[in-house]
């Protein structure tokens, strides 16, 4: 088991944030967190790292109890790129050094660089089709380029579970395509991570994405195989408001219910 989060609850003063929410993610699996804004995606996944501590329930992650695992250790194995952490890096580094700087999580580099890292680099920018921008300032760079960078970065530590956090935020039609592209081709390398892909929308959601997970007002939903969980019905429930779900090849696409 990659990721078993069992009946975990969450309370903040007042609040209870996360309510018995239970999500087990298997070997092989890919899956989306879909939610609306303040559902809890991001709790969930703070959790999940060991930043948010459940007040019920266990989490286990590469099969390790949160309670009796070194959370810097295990954090290692997991890749996490955010839109928070763009602003952060340095706006006059190399691409390069963006992407190394992903081996030991540092912003900068510290560390001796040798040829394998810049090896290394090169193979994941290839990957992520950014191989262009190799040697560009950091800043010169487009949102969507951008994110590229930050995903080959979080690769370079070779985690076993990588999350991308809303990656399509802020990128027009045709970058977006462009960005899916690339981690369609990520996942489809033999030694893939498990990937967690975090959206608003059921058309981000590619076919490589096996299971989705329906996340409401720090509820799990519901969760199953993506064909099963983005149904018109399903999600009507789920959103509280009638939609209509198109399917064109093998993408879904939700619409407010005339
Ligand atoms: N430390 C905290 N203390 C109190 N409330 C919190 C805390 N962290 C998150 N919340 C609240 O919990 C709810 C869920 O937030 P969360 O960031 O997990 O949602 P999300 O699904 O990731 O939303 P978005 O799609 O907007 O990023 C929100 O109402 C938020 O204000």
């Known amino acids: 088991m990659i990721i078993d989060v069992e009946h975990i609850t969450w309370k903040s003063g007042q609040h209870t944030l996360m309510k018995d929410v239970s999500w087990q993610v298997r070997q092989g699996e890919h899956w989306a967190l879909l939610g609306l804004n303040g559902s809890g995606k991001t709790t969930l996944l703070n959790i999940v790292n060991g930043y948010i501590w459940p007040s019920e329930g266990s989490v286990r992650v590469l099969g390790h109890l949160f309670g009796e695992v070194d959370l810097r250790e295990l954090r290692k194995s997991i890749g996490w ?4 952490f763009q602003e952060r890096l340095y706006a006059s580094d190399r691409t390069q050094h963006i992407v190394i700087s992903g081996k030991h999580a540092t912003i900068g580099l510290y560390d001796k660089t040798s040829e394998e890292d810049y090896e290394q680099a090169r193979e994941l ?5 950014c191989d262009h921008l190799w040697d560009r300032e950091y800043r010169t760079c487009s ?6 960078l930050l995903i080959a970065r979080a690769l370079m530590a070779n985690p076993r579970i990588l999350i991308l956090d809303e ?4 990128l027009d039609i045709f970058s977006r395509e462009r960005l899916l592209e690339s981690i369609a081709e990520l996942v489809r390398k033999p030694d893939a991570p ?3 892909y975090v959206t608003h929308h059921t058309e981000e959601i590619l076919p490589v994405f096996s299971h989705v997970l329906l996340m409401r007002r720090g509820e799990a939903v519901d969760s199953g195989k993506t064909e099963d969980i983005l149904t018109a019905g399903n999600l009507s429930g789920f959103f ?3 939609v209509d779900v ?3 090849g093998d993408r879904f696409y939700v619409r407010v219910a005339e």
């Open 81 to 84: 790129v955010s839109n928070s």
């Open 167 to 170: 990656p399509c935020n802020g």
């Open 240 to 242: 509280e408001a009638p």
């Open 194 to 196: 498990t990937l967690i």
């Open 246 to 248: 198109d399917r064109h």
């Open 143 to 148: 949102q969507g380029e951008k994110q590229k």
């Open 125 to 129: 920018m290839r990957t992520l089709s």
